[in-house]
């Protein structure tokens, strides 16, 4: 089997726990014919952006140095490494002298978000509810010239229609569940869906408990039925085609029986079993894997 995720918080926490950290090694490619991993430069609230986008950066080049992943292009998701590309989490905590097209163009950021759950000043997250700002603007359309593809994920629902009216591209969740399912300011209300699938966009279903079911599952079962009421939600809204994984692993609580990618194997074929391999496979790969060879 194959996979695409197109969220772990792994750079993050490598950068701020060098000595525990051993995902890559501890979670061997073994067992996948294909793998792609979208890798975000997490830039925490309470931190120095820059310098943290520094850092996860300069690891990031050391992981690809060190051949445990290479740098996605078309052809590298087939074979035995890790296909890798960055993306942004919180933008707004960069100086304002890197919120520019060269910038994200020089170092090959896929998708970009505003903000992470708050304030800053390119927009309000979605506990906070700010608006898109005008330097928030500027910001989009610098995306647009280098290429990188706004991530409502953490946007508030405000930010998410201001958005929708100013810019007329796709856009994606690299990180998010549906909110009729569980209502959650992270998740996402089924209008919000449609009009991202509309654009073509891509919704990356998320593993951290708090966000999948209300009751944290305290089996394998459990977690699967929960995975499940989202999966059938995107699907009955028309997703099919823009279903992905969003895994969130690194920064947050994994679901019971899925701690780690080397769960994501048996929930394959949890996924085959209640929906069948055309999904299975959409959710798992070939969405992500045919969004990006069409967009980059
Ligand atoms: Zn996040």
Known sequence: MRYADLHCDALWRASL?????????????????????????????????????????ALFHRWLDEGNLTLWDEKNGKYN?????????????LSHDRWNAEFLWKHGIRFASLTWNGENPLAGGCETGGPIREAGFHFVKAMREAGTIPDVSHLSEKGFYQLADAY????????????????HKRNLSDD???????????????????????????????????????????????????????????????????????????????VLKYFGTAVADRLFYDNVSEFLSRRF
């Open 192 to 270: 919000q869906l449609k009009i991202l699938f509309a654009r073509g966009g891509l919704v990356g279903l998320n593993l951290h408990a708090p966000f999948v079911s209300e009751k944290t599952p305290c089996s394998r079962k459990e977690s699967i039925e929960a995975l499940n009421r989202h999966l059938k939600h995107l699907l009955d809204l028309g997703g099919a085609e823009h279903l992905a994984l969003g895994c969130d692993y690194d920064g947050g609580t994994p679901l019971f029986g899925l701690s780690g990618v080397k769960d994501l194997a048996i929930y394959y074929d949890d």
């Open 17 to 57: 726990h060098p000595e525990e950290f051993s995902r890559l090694e501890s979670e061997p490619f073994s067992g996948f014919d294909g793998r792609i991993q979208a890798f975000a430069l997490f830039l925490s609230e309470d931190a120095d952006g820059n310098a943290l986008f520094d850092a996860q950066l």
């Open 81 to 93: 490494k890790t296909a890798a590309f960055l993306t942004i989490e919180n933008a707004g905590k």
């Open 168 to 183: 007329d591209g796709v856009f994606v969740a690299t990180h998010s569940n549906a909110a009729s399912v569980l209502p």
